[in-house]
């Protein structure tokens, strides 16, 4: 599930320095005057790291579902390496005796807000009953288990992303308050925990992390870029990335006096790829924005919109400047009917028609005249003619030919 291993990469773009170690070198043949390229395998266990000031806490995921599963298990092991007088080794420690793994259930009974969604939602997937059946041999099992997997892993990671509380739960994050703040660097390790001799088709990445001490961590509001009108819909723009990373989602808030906001959405809003690629005015869409679409009951309203955005680490941000918009209808009035014309002595031209039901933001015609139906039209009437059904005899300012056509819009 490709998407699945994009949407946990996203996750976790690196706000710091990242390396992770997973490079697998081929041998070059001695006899090949060329040098062959390293092969590099897809990274499978992401880290990322913020400095809080008195804390540095650790997020971490895979994007497999199988690895997942295998890691609840058998826990992930953290080592933390402080670096500071250039004349002195490196310190290295072990930051947990035993390996970090999932709560149990009454730990997060005992230890976690009951009023957390997303921590019940890791309650669920870690300790709730699932539908699981071993694999019977066919590919379409195999296939229906991966998937199977996929969606827990996504689930979890989702959880996890949104709630400091869950990711906890979850074994996927981890405060460091105990590295020293004199030091130059802390340079964080973490892999599977899969035993002296691991074995075929366990995951053996290693994620490391480079975190400053001195160097505290801090959220940006969103930027944003401008709203567009449509038919009672409002469309807000603003942009994906910031100076220190990427949000992982968003609230958007709305109000109608400029002073009280409400909150539109009760989850973060997790920006997908747009389904096309043309905005309403027409224009081409830019992928580096985020777009948020409105429903507002009436048109012409003004409304006050501003976005929080949210970080891996479930911490909110500033509000962003706020953004005015207001719905416009696009919706066009009935054409007139039964249109007529007359032509008196080939100079002068007669036409009428009928208007039943006018919409209420019709304001008026003006006559156009064509050589050819599909035009261009030609205006007759420089001032708007009434909105009712009407007649008018204009002097005709063209040679009518049997194709000539007339037409009120």
């Known amino acids: 599930m490709k998407s699945t291993k994009r949407f946990v990469r996203n996750l976790f773009t690196p706000a710091l320095v990242v390396v992770a170690m997973l490079a697998l070198i081929q041998p070059t043949c001695a006899q090949s005057k060329s040098t062959a390229r390293p092969a590099v395998r897809e990274r499978n266990l992401f880290m990322k790291a913020h400095n809080y000031g008195d804390s540095i806490v650790l997020r971490w995921n895979v994007n497999e579902g199988a690895y997942w599963l295998a890691a609840n298990k058998r826990g992930y092991v953290l080592e933390r390496i402080e670096f500071g007088d250039p004349k002195a080794r490196p310190v290295r ?55 199977q997997q996929q969606g827990q892993l996504l689930t979890a990671a989702m959880a996890a992303e949104f709630s400091a509380a869950a990711a906890n739960a979850l074994g996927l994050r981890w405060t460091d308050r105990t590295f020293d703040r004199k030091a130059t660097r802390c340079m964080y390790r973490l892999w599977i925990n899969n035993g002296p001799q691991p074995k ?108 929080i955005g949210i970080n891996t680490f479930g911490d909110l941000s500033p509000v962003s400047k706020v953004l005015v918009g207001n719905g416009r209808d696009l919706t066009p009035p009935r054409p007139p009917i039964d249109i007529q014309k007359k032509v008196e002595d080939n100079r002068r031209i007669i036409i009428t028609w009928s208007l039943p039901a006018p919409a209420p933001d019709l304001k008026g015609f003006y006559i156009g005249q064509a050589s050819e139906f599909g035009g261009p039209y030609q205006p007759l009437n420089k001032t708007l003619l009434p909105r009712r059904p009407g007649r008018l005899r204009m002097k005709n300012q063209c040679p009518i030919s049997a194709n000539t056509t007339w037409w009120p819009w």
Do not use: C
């Not at 989850?267 to 081409?284: M, N, Q």
């Open 93 to 147: 420690k072990r930051l947990t005796v035993a390996p970090i793994r999932p709560w149990t259930l009454d730990s997060m009974k005992k230890r976690l807000p009951r009023n957390d969604r997303f921590v019940a939602i890791a309650a669920q997937i870690l300790h709730g009953k699932t539908y699981s059946e071993s694999p019977k041999g066919t590919i379409g099992d195999f296939y229906q288990t991966y998937q």
């Open 200 to 307: 075929p088709g366990d995951l053996t990445d290693t994620a490391t992390v480079l975190v400053l001490p001195w160097r505290v961590d801090s959220l940006v509001a969103p930027k944003v870029a401008g709203t567009e009108s449509g038919d009672k819909v409002v469309k807000l723009r603003w942009y994906r990335y910031h100076k220190s990373g990427n949000f992982s989602g968003y609230y958007v808030e709305r109000s109608s006096d400029g002073k009280t906001f409400t909150r539109l959405n009760e989850v973060p809003y997790v920006a997908a790829p747009p389904d096309t690629t043309v905005r309403f005015s027409g224009l081409p869409k830019n992928p580096q924005e985020v777009e948020y679409t409105d429903s507002v009951r009436v048109n012409y309203r003004k409304f006050q919109y501003r976005i």
